[in-house]
């Protein structure tokens, strides 16, 4: 078991959140897969390990984990939402084309909260930046379709 795991499993027992075996297979599949998946795909790779847990075990789940703060569930303007273990601030590259997400840690955004707050007198709950474009998987895949 990683150290994220371990420490986690030991906040939610400290939490009284019961560990069952999906629950901690749910979430071990959340930290050591940065891939920012879907429920469905949680669903999906855990479905061998796990034969009787249902799709709404795992939703069920990640709901729990998004509301103690362990994940977040993030919405690109599809229909799926993708869920990331949040354990630092960070940021997102998306992909238009196929959808790919990932982790941007830019040093300098962590006062942009302060700064928007002074300036509008907003009060600030919260913050995500999403930057757009290509992967480069699909920047290959584009360059040659445009060979003719």
């Given amino acids: 078991m990683s150290e994220r ?21 749910i979430l071990e599949y959340l930290i050591e897969h940065d891939s920012h998946p879907t429920a469905d795909e949680i669903y999906k790779a855990l479905s061998d390990r796990f034969p009787s847990m249902s799709v709404a075990t795992v939703y069920n789940n990640l709901r729990l984990f998004t509301e103690i703060g362990f994940v977040k569930e993030m919405r690109f303007g599809d229909a799926s939402s993708r869920f990331d273990f949040a354990t630092t601030e960070h ?23 302060s700064v928007t707050a002074d300036l509008t007198g907003f009060k600030i709950t919260h913050h995500r930046l999403e930057i757009y474009g290509l992967c480069m998987d699909c920047q290959k895949l584009d ?4 060979v003719k």
């Avoid at 360059?143 to 445009?146: G, L, M, R």
């Fill in 143 to 146: 360059q040659f379709s445009e």
């Fill in 91 to 113: 940021y997102h590259a998306v992909c238009e084309n196929c959808g790919k997400v990932e982790d941007i840690y830019y040093p300098g955004l962590e006062d942009v909260e």
């Fill in 5 to 25: 795991v371990s420490q986690s499993i030991n906040k939610l027992k400290a939490n009284n959140i019961r560990i069952t075996p999906q629950r901690y297979g």
